[in-house]
């Protein structure tokens, strides 16, 4: 995995798998016993930085790749069909054999060019106000998975520069002109678009500093495309801070204090983690419906939700050692009749930010018998 090796710390925590050290430093919130879930450190070990390690090879290898890709052919745009319901299959682990780069398969005109939404670059994070630095902590180290379309039987896709859509394996690729919407089929036992075809499994990744399109939302990171042959899956890579400060804004108002949407930060951080841990077999940690937490991309990123995950930035809620899996919902009666009372209270937490809370005092409100833990990579 190179020579540089990356170390964890959790601050307030326990140690995991010796990638980990330890201060137990965080005092508790106070009250009573919140649901909690501890984590295995071999679970942690291969699921957690190990797997990122390995991601982060395979990110090198795919860009060693497409430095020596042919510039782009011809390509061309259709309007997205609508998604049907068919079944998706797992990812497979993608084996380290040595890519083979071939010529780009060019994309024939299938359609009238689409014109796209343009992409709205998210305000650039400021960590002015920041009491850690968030280029230390897990939310800039570790990427999430992120289902963004599940049993599709097309998808449109796009770049905001130049990109490329490419096996896991680099042995097949299409070039993807910035700003051409494109629509990408099941075809056989693979994906193709136009006349340019893929196996079952492909990186849709733009050039730096470029968005991914897939759907009806532009997404920071790149994009794992999955089929089994009849449905598409779209399982978006992306780093913990970016992921974050967009669930945000999809799940709060904007707007609302900036305790609030501190609070909001850590509850949804604290969520992700343990699905990051929980399904490691599958092709995702979780996707992007109120089945898990709501996730729509760049269109929800603002200079507060941004600032609300630096200011928090690494911080999870912690008890007995283990990452507690944070619920909440928009009200009291939801969290009662959905979590049986246990959970954060969305307006709750704006209104007692609205009387002068912070937002430790508030997550101590609705996590009783909880601590805040911070992970920390050295």
């Not at 319901?85 to 083979?100: E, I, L």
């Not at 990427?143 to 859509?165: I, P």
Request: aromatic share 8%; with cysteine; proline share 6%.
């Amino acid at each position: 995995m190179g020579n540089k090796s990356r170390r964890i710390k959790i601050f307030g925590g326990l140690v995991f798998a010796g990638l980990l050290l330890v201060q137990v430093s965080a005092a508790p919130f106070g009250g009573r016993d919140t649901k909690a879930g501890n984590l295995s450190p071999v679970l942690w070990e291969t699921t957690g930085m190990v797997r990122q390690s390995i991601v982060d090879l395979y990110r090198a290898r795919r860009l060693l790749v497409q430095a020596t890709l042919p510039a782009n052919d011809e390509a061309a745009a259709s309007p997205a069909k609508a998604p049907t319901a068919t079944p998706a299959a797992p990812v497979a682990a993608a084996s380290p054999a040595k890519a083979q780069v071939q010529p780009a398969q060019p994309v024939s005109n299938s359609g009238p060019t689409r014109s796209l939404p343009q992409p709205s670059a998210p305000p650039a994070p400021s960590n002015a106000g920041a009491a850690f630095d968030p280029g230390k902590t897990i939310d800039t180290n570790l990427e999430m998975r992120v289902a963004v379309a599940k049993n599709a039987s097309s998808l449109e896709v796009a770049t905001s520069v130049d990109g490329y859509l490419m096996d896991i394996n680099g042995q097949n690729h299409c070039n993807l002109p910035a700003q051409s919407s494109l629509v990408l089929k099941p075809q056989g036992s693979g994906m193709a678009v136009g006349s340019c075809t893929l196996s079952n499994t492909a990186w849709l990744e733009p050039g730096e500093g470029g968005y991914v399109f897939v759907g009806d939302s532009w997404y920071k990171g790149r994009v794992l495309m999955i089929t089994d042959g009849s449905g598409l899956m779209a399982v978006n890579f992306v780093l913990m801070h970016d992921y974050l400060s967009s669930v945000v804004g999809s799940e709060m108002y904007v707007g609302w204090p900036a305790e609030a949407l501190k609070a909001q930060a850590v509850a949804a951080r604290s969520y992700a983690l343990v699905h990051h841990v929980r399904h490691a077999e599958r092709a995702y940690d979780l996707d992007n419906t109120q089945r898990y937490q709501a996730y729509k991309g760049i269109a929800k990123e603002t200079n507060t939700t941004q600032a609300a995950v630096a200011d928090t930035t690494g911080e999870f809620i912690s008890y007995n050692g283990g990452i507690v899996e944070s619920l909440y919902a928009a009200s009291d009666a939801i969290v009662q009749a959905a979590h049986g009372g246990n959970g954060m209270s969305q307006t709750g937490a704006m209104e007692l930010a609205s009387k002068g809370y912070n937002y430790t005092q508030i997550l101590g409100n609705y996590y009783p018998g909880t601590s805040l833990s911070r992970l920390v990579v050295e």
